[in-house]
């Protein structure tokens, strides 16, 4: 890890990780990184010292030790030797051999790991953005919705502190757009690792769902690419999480582990959307991230039984419309960090994110048809929230796609929309019951 702890967070920021000189800069085991360029021999028709060192992702120096490690192994054999990075090789039978007790214990096959030590001491370093928050960066990442100063200053503080936060309020009034938009706040991209490893196994950390990696820019240009550079990353987990997803995922088929969800959010935001309607218990699931949240460490657990502390640096977001004494005591509630509560917008509120929506739509709102929205709030004693400009809007668009007609905005579609937004019920028309009698007399 010198090669790492030395570095400032500007540095890292300007350059990257430094390229490993020597495979003890690495801070993973010769023997390691033998058996993993063995694999990836292995699935080269006619490997070469170059294309083995772009799998691993190593420099071709390093990865020409790793080859003639095994070359003297007589795990494989040199078939043309030439300048650096274009010597050819072979397995041999007894690199074969040793190819299947490996990927009966590890069937990892991707880029070289880093270690434990080297990814906790990046994720602290770069946790908090070089940048913090300021009012007017939070306006700009919250810029297409319509919130009360009060709640920018406390999204604000909650970026800068990087404290967890519960978000309340009633459905429709905007708690999953605040939540999502929170990551647009933390300044500046991270470096995470393509995997970690610990005692010859091996957890995954890169993944493409979440983790979106940044262009290469000119003034990174000779790093370490065992870390690639990635945007804060963002997740969002519902209904569908369980106590399971906080914990390493063993893949008895791929023999390594896949990071649970809180490690892959490192550097960014975790929101816990419809909290309390999860498949675990809101109190078990908060039992389990207590003490992380408080101290921002986690300990996970190997098959083995071994437990390992990783880094929980992330914005954690617990967003619900479930009312907090159903979830959780007031025990719990003080150790959150910030609590705050969406409420409905008001009339005038209502008015600006309706035109705003309008706009972006490119459609024309007059003021007859805006008020005659109005008035059907007022008229059915509605409350009326801050989803709902949105939906009508769809259905609108819904019924002049059906009717093949352009997007516009009228009383009558108005009406319509509200009818198969709000409910309505559909009987037949009295003419109707009329030509079904005469008919019947006929």
Same mark, same amino acid.
């Given at each position: ?9 500007? $540095?890292?920021?300007?350059?990257? =990780? ?8 690495? +801070?993973?085991? !010769? ?15 006619? #490997?070469?010292? $170059? ?21 003297? $192994? ?14 050819? *090789?072979?397995?041999? !039978? ?10 009966? %214990?590890?069937?990892?096959? +991707? ?9 906790? %001491? ?25 919130? #009360? ?9 909650? /970026? ?18 605040? @939540? ?11 470096? /995470? ?9 091996? /957890? ?7 983790? %979106? ?19 804060? =990353?963002?997740?969002?987990?519902? +209904?569908?999480?369980?106590? !399971? ?58 098959? @083995?039984?071994?437990?390992? $502390? ?34 409905? #917008?008001? =009339? ?23 008020? %005659?929205?109005?008035?059907? *709030? ?48 559909? +009987?037949?028309? #009295? ?12």
């Amino acid at each position: 890890m010198a090669h790492l702890n030395i570095l400032t967070r500007a $540095e890292i920021e300007a350059l990257g =990780p430094p390229t490993p000189e020597e495979l003890g800069d690495t +801070g993973i085991p !010769d023997a390691f990184l033998r058996e993993l360029a063995l694999k990836h021999v292995a699935t080269f028709p006619e #490997p070469t010292t $170059e294309a083995v060192a772009d799998s691993l992702h190593l420099p071709s120096s390093l990865t020409e030790e790793l080859l003639y490690g095994l070359y003297r $192994e007589k795990f494989i054999e040199m078939r043309l030797r030439s300048a650096v990075g274009s010597t050819r *090789y072979a397995m041999l !039978d007894h690199g074969w051999e040793r190819l299947t007790r490996l990927q009966s %214990h590890s069937g990892y096959l +991707g880029p070289a790991p880093v270690s434990l030590t080297d990814y906790t %001491h990046m994720m602290r370093l770069q946790a908090v953005p070089s940048q913090s928050a300021t009012i007017e960066t939070v306006r700009v990442a919250f810029q297409d919705l319509v919130l #009360p100063d009060s709640l920018l200053q406390t999204l604000g503080c909650v /970026i800068n502190s990087r404290s967890s936060l519960f978000l309340t309020g009633l459905t429709g009034t905007g708690k999953t757009a605040v @939540s999502e938009r929170m990551n647009a706040a933390l300044f500046g991209n991270i470096w /995470i690792p393509y995997a970690v490893e610990i005692d010859g196994q091996i /957890i995954r950390i890169f993944d493409s769902h979440c983790h %979106h990696p940044v262009l290469e820019r000119s003034s990174v240009t000779d790093h370490d690419r065992r870390w690639v550079e990635i945007e804060r =990353p963002s997740i969002i987990v519902g +209904g569908e999480l369980t106590l !399971d997803n906080t914990d390493l995922t063993w893949s008895e088929t791929a023999k390594f582990y896949e990071a649970p969800l809180q490690v892959k959010s490192n550097g960014g935001t975790l929101v816990i959307d419809d909290f309390g309607r999860q498949r675990v218990a809101p109190r078990d699931l908060l039992n389990r991230w207590i003490l992380p949240l408080e101290r921002r460490v986690d300990f996970l657990t190997l098959h @083995s039984g071994k437990k390992i $502390e990783v880094p929980f640096e992330q914005l954690v977001v617990f967003s619900t419309n479930l009312e907090e004494k159903e979830l959780v005591d007031e025990a719990f509630l003080r150790r959150m960090g910030y609590r705050a509560r969406v409420e409905p #917008p008001t =009339p005038s509120a209502f008015v600006e994110i309706f035109k705003r929506l309008v706009t972006t739509r490119g459609v024309v709102l007059d003021q007859k048809c805006l008020d %005659h929205v109005l008035s059907k *709030y007022a008229f059915e004693k509605r409350m009326m929230k801050a989803c709902e400009p949105r939906d009508l809007l769809n259905k609108v668009t819904d019924i002049c796609l059906f009717e093949g007609r352009k997007l516009q905005l009228t009383p009558e579609l108005v009406d319509l929309a509200w009818g198969n937004y709000f409910g309505t019920a559909h +009987g037949f028309k #009295p003419e109707f019951e009329q030509f079904q009698t005469t008919q019947a007399t006929m």
